[in-house]
């Protein structure tokens, strides 16, 4: 994974530089592995450069979770059949988000606001009491590809979603540490390097474009 952690304000900062980070990477692999790309193209996916010019070239949606389920719900009723349910509160799967990104939208998205139940204690939690400034990145093929979040940096705040939570604080004092001597408003993410590569490379198998990969009697450690 790949995180930047960096000085933001509110979410809207952290989507902006997800999009140009992830931009900047696609549009890198076009101007300096165009040769590769073009192999790629020709014998794995015949729409893979097609593809990644349209990545970067297209706005990303901003879509919040709400109207994203809303969404979902309403392909139900026209006939979509999904395998999990999605319902307001169910963390998505794979092919909720391949619908959003593949049929409905037809361009990478942005999902917001998430309910705070199905994200991680230190998100900053929005004015509503029920959602976090949460935000996934997702692509066609992939899904998920970025998750990232503006963090909660009131001590206070944090030690009553822990509380909250009913979670063991005995090995997150040094998480509380940063906190409690002071900190700044700030976001980070994390990209899937490998989820990166399989959508640049248009593979199919994630297990194709691992760094390292496992093959037998390799295994040193």
């Given at each position: 994974m790949i995180e930047p952690e960096m000085a933001f304000y509110d979410k809207d900062d952290l989507m902006d530089l997800e999009e140009e980070f992830i931009k900047y990477c696609v549009r890198w692999a076009l101007d300096h592995c165009r040769d590769d790309l073009e192999f790629l193209n020709k014998m794995i996916d015949k729409t893979l450069i097609e593809r990644l010019e349209?990545?970067?070239?297209?706005?990303?949606?901003?879509?919040?979770?709400?109207?994203?389920?809303?969404?979902?719900?309403?392909?139900?009723?026209?006939?979509?059949?999904?395998?999990?349910?999605?319902?307001?509160?169910?963390?998505?799967?794979s092919e909720h988000e391949r619908y959003l990104v593949e049929e409905h939208f037809k361009k990478p998205v942005i999902m917001t606001d998430y309910p705070k139940e199905i994200k991680a204690f230190y998100m900053k939690q929005n004015e509503d009491g029920r959602t976090m400034q949460g935000t996934d990145v997702l692509f066609p093929q992939i899904g998920e590809i970025i998750g990232g979040s503006v963090r909660e940096e009131s001590y206070d705040k944090l030690m009553?979603?822990?509380?909250?939570?009913?979670?063991?604080?005995?090995?997150?004092?040094?998480?509380?540490?940063?906190?409690?001597?002071?900190?700044?408003?700030?976001?980070?993410?994390?990209?899937?390097?490998?989820?990166?590569?399989?959508?640049?490379?248009?593979?199919?198998?994630?297990?194709?474009?691992?760094?390292?990969?496992?093959?037998?009697?390799?295994?040193?450690?």
């Open positions: 349209s990545v970067v070239s297209t706005d990303f949606v901003r879509l919040p979770y709400t109207e994203g389920i809303n969404i979902l719900q309403e392909a139900i009723k026209q006939g979509k059949k999904f395998e999990f349910p999605c319902q307001w509160g169910d963390d998505l799967a009553a979603e822990i509380e909250h939570r009913k979670m063991d604080t005995t090995n997150l004092w040094w998480y509380l540490d940063t906190r409690r001597f002071g900190t700044c408003p700030h976001a980070g993410f994390g990209l899937g390097f490998e989820r990166l590569i399989l959508f640049v490379t248009g593979m199919q198998n994630i297990r194709d474009v691992i760094p390292f990969p496992r093959t037998p009697k390799n295994a040193e450690f």
